[in-house]
C-alpha cells in the first residue's frame, strides 16, 4: 500500500488522543457536508427556476420568428409561403401583426401592444393555457381581443363588458404629429373575452386581437404582416432549418431563436447562477479553513511521530503528503456525505413540495447531472488547495 495513504487513512480514522482536535475534526467535516449541500441545493434551486421561467416564454414564444430586416412590416407573397412549406421539420406557421398602442377604458389609459393573431397562433404558441379568466378569442367575431392581467388591472378592466369596450388607438402612419384625432389617429372598439397571465412584462404589454382587426387598425393590406412565427417538429432540427431558410430568403429577412428574442432575460438567469455559485463558493472557502485548521492542530499534535517517520526514512515531501492525503479525504468524506443528503432533499421537495411558494406551488427544483458534476470538483479542488497550504507548515526544522 502506498505508504502515505496509509499513514493518512490511520490518522483520519483513528480518534486523537486531544479531544479538542476530534471536536475540530468533527467541526470542519460537518462544515464541508453542510457546504456541499448548500451549494448543490441552490444550483439545484436556480436551475428548477430556470426550467420553470423557461416554460412561460415556451408557452409565449415560437421556436424562431421570421421578421424584415428593415421597416415594421412586410408582404405574405406565394413565395414565402412556398419557401416556407417546402421545410417538412416545419410543424406550423402563423402571420403576426404587431404594434405599439394607446389603450383606453373607463377614462384610464395605458401604452401597450397590439397583437393580431390568426386562428392557429395557439398550435405555435399556447397562450390559451394561460388564460386565468374569459377564454381564447373566437374567430367568428372579429371584435374580440385577450389582455393580460396587469393591463386589466391598470384599466379596472374584466371581461364581457358590453357596456364599456376597449379603445385601441395607434397613430397614422406618415401622420407625423398630431393634429387632429379625426384624421391623424386610427381606432377600434373591441370586447374583452379573456385575460391571461404569463410573464409580468407581458401581462403589461399585450392585448391578443384577430389579425383583420390588427390590420384594419394599422391600415394594413389583407396579406401585410409584422412577423411570421414557427413551430417545429423536433427543436434538435432548429439550426438547419434556420440555416435553410436564411439561404431562400435572402438578406430581406432575419431569423430569431427564442433565445435571442429573449437575450436579456437568458443573460439575468446565467448571471443570477454564476453570482449564487460564486457566493456559496466564497462560503466554501471559509468553511474549509477549518480543515486547514484542523491539520495544522494535527501536525503539531503528531510531531513526535513525524520525527519518528523522519529518522526512519520518510522524506520531508511524503510527510507533507501524508497530510495533503488526509485532507483530502476529508474534504472527500464530507462531500460525499453531503451530496447523498442533498439529492435526497432534492428529490423529496420534486415529490412531495416541501418548501412552498405559495400554498399551490411548489419552489421548483431540478436535478442535473452538471450540477453534481460542479459541486463534485469544487469541493474537491478547494479541499486539495486547502491540504497543501495545511501541509506547507511541515519543513524540516519540525521533524528533525
Given at each position: 500500500?502506498?505508504?502515505?495513504?496509509?499513514?493518512?487513512?490511520?490518522?483520519?480514522?483513528?480518534k486523537?488522543?486531544?479531544?479538542?482536535?476530534?471536536?475540530?475534526?468533527?467541526?470542519?467535516?460537518?462544515?464541508?457536508?453542510?457546504?456541499?449541500?448548500?451549494?448543490?441545493?441552490?444550483?439545484?434551486?436556480?436551475?428548477?427556476?430556470?426550467?420553470?421561467?423557461?416554460?412561460?416564454?415556451?408557452?409565449?414564444?415560437?421556436?424562431?420568428k421570421?421578421?424584415?430586416?428593415?421597416?415594421?412590416?412586410?408582404?405574405?407573397?406565394?413565395?414565402?409561403?412556398?419557401?416556407l412549406?417546402?421545410?417538412?421539420?416545419?410543424?406550423?406557421?402563423?402571420?403576426?401583426?404587431?404594434?405599439?398602442?394607446?389603450?383606453?377604458?373607463?377614462?384610464k389609459?395605458?401604452?401597450?401592444?397590439?397583437?393580431?393573431?390568426?386562428?392557429?397562433?395557439?398550435?405555435?404558441?399556447?397562450?390559451?393555457?394561460?388564460i386565468?379568466?374569459?377564454?381564447?378569442?373566437?374567430?367568428?367575431?372579429?371584435?374580440?381581443?385577450?389582455?393580460?392581467?396587469?393591463?386589466?388591472?391598470?384599466?379596472?378592466?374584466?371581461i364581457?363588458?358590453?357596456?364599456?369596450?376597449?379603445?385601441?388607438?395607434?397613430?397614422?402612419?406618415?401622420?407625423?404629429?398630431?393634429?387632429?384625432?379625426?384624421?391623424?389617429?386610427?381606432s377600434?372598439?373591441?370586447?374583452?373575452?379573456?385575460?391571461?397571465?404569463?410573464?409580468?412584462?407581458?401581462?403589461?404589454?399585450?392585448?391578443?386581437?384577430?389579425?383583420?382587426?390588427?390590420?384594419?387598425?394599422?391600415?394594413?393590406?389583407?396579406?401585410q404582416i409584422?412577423?411570421?412565427?414557427?413551430?417545429?417538429?423536433?427543436?434538435?432540427?432548429?439550426?438547419?432549418?434556420?440555416?435553410s431558410?436564411?439561404?431562400?430568403?435572402?438578406?430581406?429577412y432575419?431569423?430569431?431563436?427564442?433565445?435571442?428574442?429573449?437575450?436579456?432575460?437568458?443573460?439575468?438567469?446565467?448571471?443570477?447562477?454564476l453570482?449564487?455559485?460564486?457566493?456559496?463558493?466564497?462560503?466554501?472557502?471559509?468553511?474549509?479553513?477549518?480543515?486547514?485548521?484542523?491539520?495544522?492542530?494535527m501536525?503539531?499534535?503528531?510531531?513526535?511521530?513525524?520525527?519518528?517517520?523522519?529518522?526512519?526514512?520518510?522524506?520531508?515531501?511524503?510527510?507533507?503528503?501524508?497530510?495533503?492525503?488526509?485532507?483530502?479525504?476529508?474534504?472527500?468524506?464530507?462531500?460525499l456525505?453531503g451530496?447523498?443528503?442533498?439529492?435526497?432533499?432534492?428529490f423529496?421537495?420534486?415529490?412531495?413540495?416541501?418548501?412552498?411558494?405559495?400554498?399551490?406551488?411548489?419552489?421548483?427544483?431540478?436535478?442535473?447531472?452538471?450540477?453534481v458534476?460542479?459541486?463534485?470538483?469544487?469541493?474537491?479542488?478547494?479541499?486539495?488547495?486547502?491540504?497543501?497550504?495545511?501541509?506547507?507548515r511541515?519543513?524540516?526544522?519540525?521533524?528533525?
Amino acid at each position: 500500500m502506498n505508504f502515505p495513504l496509509y499513514i493518512a487513512k490511520r490518522y483520519l480514522f483513528s480518534k486523537s488522543s486531544n479531544s479538542t482536535i476530534n471536536i475540530v475534526t468533527f467541526i470542519a467535516t460537518l462544515g464541508v457536508i453542510i457546504g456541499t449541500m448548500a451549494l448543490f441545493i441552490v444550483l439545484s434551486g436556480f436551475s428548477g427556476l430556470k426550467t420553470f421561467s423557461i416554460s412561460f416564454l415556451k408557452t409565449s414564444d415560437p421556436d424562431f420568428k421570421i421578421t424584415p430586416t428593415k421597416g415594421k412590416s412586410f408582404l405574405f407573397t406565394d413565395d414565402l409561403k412556398s419557401s416556407l412549406e417546402s421545410e417538412n421539420e416545419i410543424a406550423y406557421y402563423t402571420n403576426v401583426v404587431e404594434e405599439r398602442v394607446f389603450l383606453e377604458h373607463k377614462n384610464k389609459t395605458h401604452l401597450g401592444a397590439i397583437k393580431g393573431v390568426e386562428e392557429n397562433y395557439i398550435k405555435v404558441n399556447n397562450v390559451d393555457t394561460a388564460i386565468v379568466a374569459g377564454f381564447w378569442i373566437n374567430f367568428e367575431f372579429d371584435n374580440q381581443v385577450v389582455i393580460g392581467n396587469k393591463i386589466s388591472d391598470r384599466l379596472s378592466m374584466g371581461i364581457n363588458d358590453y357596456l364599456e369596450p376597449l379603445k385601441i388607438y395607434v397613430p397614422k402612419a406618415g401622420s407625423g404629429y398630431v393634429k387632429s384625432t379625426q384624421s391623424d389617429i386610427s381606432s377600434v372598439y373591441t370586447q374583452s373575452v379573456g385575460i391571461f397571465a404569463l410573464t409580468e412584462e407581458m401581462d403589461d404589454k399585450y392585448v391578443f386581437a384577430t389579425l383583420p382587426k390588427a390590420q384594419e387598425l394599422l391600415d394594413y393590406e389583407s396579406n401585410q404582416i409584422s412577423a411570421i412565427e414557427v413551430k417545429i417538429n423536433t427543436i434538435d432540427d432548429r439550426g438547419d432549418i434556420i440555416k435553410s431558410l436564411q439561404t431562400k430568403l435572402g438578406d430581406g429577412y432575419k431569423i430569431q431563436t427564442r433565445e435571442q428574442l429573449n437575450a436579456t432575460f437568458y443573460k439575468m438567469l446565467n448571471t443570477e447562477n454564476l453570482a449564487s455559485y460564486l457566493i456559496f463558493t466564497l462560503i466554501l472557502i471559509i468553511a474549509l479553513f477549518n480543515v486547514v485548521g484542523v491539520l495544522i492542530m494535527m501536525i503539531f499534535d503528531k510531531k513526535s511521530n513525524l520525527k519518528t517517520l523522519y529518522n526512519l526514512g520518510a522524506t520531508v515531501k511524503e510527510i507533507r503528503k501524508v497530510f495533503v492525503l488526509q485532507g483530502f479525504l476529508l474534504t472527500f468524506f464530507g462531500l460525499l456525505v453531503g451530496l447523498v443528503l442533498a439529492v435526497a432533499l432534492v428529490f423529496l421537495q420534486k415529490q412531495f413540495g416541501l418548501f412552498m411558494i405559495t400554498p399551490s406551488l411548489a419552489f421548483p427544483v431540478e436535478f442535473k447531472i452538471n450540477n453534481v458534476a460542479v459541486v463534485f470538483f469544487t469541493i474537491l479542488i478547494l479541499g486539495f488547495i486547502a491540504s497543501k497550504i495545511a501541509s506547507s507548515r511541515i519543513t524540516k526544522e519540525v521533524v528533525e
